[in-house]
């Protein structure tokens, strides 16, 4: 329906913008948030190519705002865990792609 669409743009979009955020314990709880997120939206009805486009510029970001070496390791690292969020391999490629 149109308000479960608008319900998921409005989750999207603030992933997107905690993803991105000066603060790094609010990009770890949403990095950390993300998986369980990932594969409750591969039950339903999935993303679209433009909600998945708006995760990806939240990641961007983060990476981004991630300043030092260990960090970028770390983040590198859950980034890499997410490829297990998914069930299906087709969702995870479609993610990663």
Same mark, same amino acid.
Do not use: H
């Given at each position: 329906?149109?308000?479960?669409?608008?319900?998921?743009?409005?989750?999207?979009?603030?992933?997107?913008?905690?993803?991105?955020?000066? =603060?790094?314990?609010?990009?770890?709880?949403?990095? &950390?948030? %993300?998986?369980?997120? *990932?594969?409750?939206?591969?039950? +339903? $009805?999935?993303?679209?190519?433009?909600?998945?486009?708006?995760?990806?510029?939240?990641?961007?970001?983060?990476?981004?705002?991630?300043? =030092?070496?260990?960090?970028?390791?770390?983040?590198? &690292?859950? %980034?890499?865990?997410? *490829?297990?969020?998914?069930?299906? +391999? $087709?969702?995870?490629?479609?993610?990663?792609?």
């Amino acid at each position: 329906s149109a308000a479960e669409g608008d319900a998921l743009e409005v989750n999207v979009r603030a992933f997107a913008q905690r993803l991105a955020s000066n =603060k790094k314990s609010e990009r770890d709880t949403s990095i &950390a948030a %993300l998986g369980q997120w *990932l594969r409750a939206q591969e039950k +339903s $009805s999935g993303l679209s190519d433009i909600e998945l486009l708006k995760l990806w510029k939240g990641l961007f970001y983060c990476l981004w705002m991630a300043d =030092k070496i260990p960090v970028q390791e770390e983040l590198a &690292a859950n %980034l890499a865990e997410l *490829l297990t969020s998914f069930r299906r +391999s $087709s969702s995870s490629l479609r993610f990663f792609r």
